[in-house]
């Protein structure tokens, strides 16, 4: 098989760029864990440089044609190779609870169901690294008081240290995408648990982006608050004006109010 033909219905875009996919790879620092998981590898253009660093790479893909190929490129994937969907798989199958990163060339159309995946998985997921669309690399690391600033950002950051490392042209892509991509690495705090109900904060910040013009006041108004706590000034606010400690808080007064 000299090839695999990128599927659009899979939202393939092969990139053919070494020294852009070598960069990839090296984002990981490799610490405090022992396992890599690259999804959607397809012809493993980054798999390469995975395959020369200190750790047990293994890839996950759902695209037969891509599967069959690395099978007989990349003997050093033997038994390593899981063709199975990404957003569906028990990945303990293979980890069994341990720590592990993830990094990848996503698909662009599952890129953020990737990313709230890997949130359900953060407590063995120490480090994440890869390439998405520019707007949505973007989104993810963007700070409070922006357009751009919503609930895939409150939600990673608040577990993770996000950092967009670079943008990627389209020509360096087959076929090219229309759209330019970019770079981004997730390290996970150093504490990373919340001093609230997880859940709760889960709910709280996506109810409050679902309405993201109106203050706090009226978005959060199915939360069935007290008038008490609907006095704060923070209610005042539209979400995009609060950072993610201020919706930790946030989340606090909720409990605190008998939610």
Do not use: W
Request: with cysteine; charged share 30%.
């Amino acid at each position: 098989m000299e090839k695999v033909t990128a599927k659009k219905h899979l939202g393939q875009h092969f990139l053919k760029d070494e020294s852009i996919a070598k960069d990839i790879a090296d984002t990981l620092n490799l610490e405090g864990y022992d396992d890599v998981l690259e999804i959607g590898p397809g012809m493993g253009v980054l798999t390469k440089y995975l395959l020369d660093k200190p750790v047990n790479t293994y890839v996950i893909e759902i695209d037969t044609e891509s599967v069959t190929y690395l099978d007989q490129n990349y003997p050093k994937l033997k038994d390593r190779i899981i063709s199975k969907d990404f957003l569906k798989y028990n990945i303990n199958e293979i980890f069994e609870g341990k720590q592990f990163a993830i990094i990848g060339n996503f698909p662009y159309n599952i890129s953020t169901q990737i990313v709230f995946r890997t949130l359900e998985y953060r407590h063995q997921i120490p480090e994440f690294a890869g390439m998405f669309q520019k707007e949505v690399a973007q989104r993810i690391c963007e700070k409070k008081g922006t357009k751009a600033y919503g609930i895939l950002s409150v939600l990673v950051q608040a577990f993770y240290d996000a950092e967009y490392l670079f943008t990627v042209d389209e020509n360096v892509f087959i076929p090219p995408p229309k759209v330019k991509s970019g770079v981004l690495r997730l390290r996970r705090k150093q504490d990373y648990s919340l001093p609230c109900g997880e859940k709760l904060f889960f709910t709280v910040v996506k109810t409050a982006f679902q309405q993201r013009r109106k203050t706090l006041r009226n978005s959060l108004k199915t939360l069935n608050l007290s008038d008490a706590l609907r006095e704060d000034e923070v209610f005042n606010l539209r979400p995009e004006q609060l950072n993610v400690e201020q919706f930790i808080e946030l989340t606090q007064k909720i409990e605190a109010d008998g939610i």
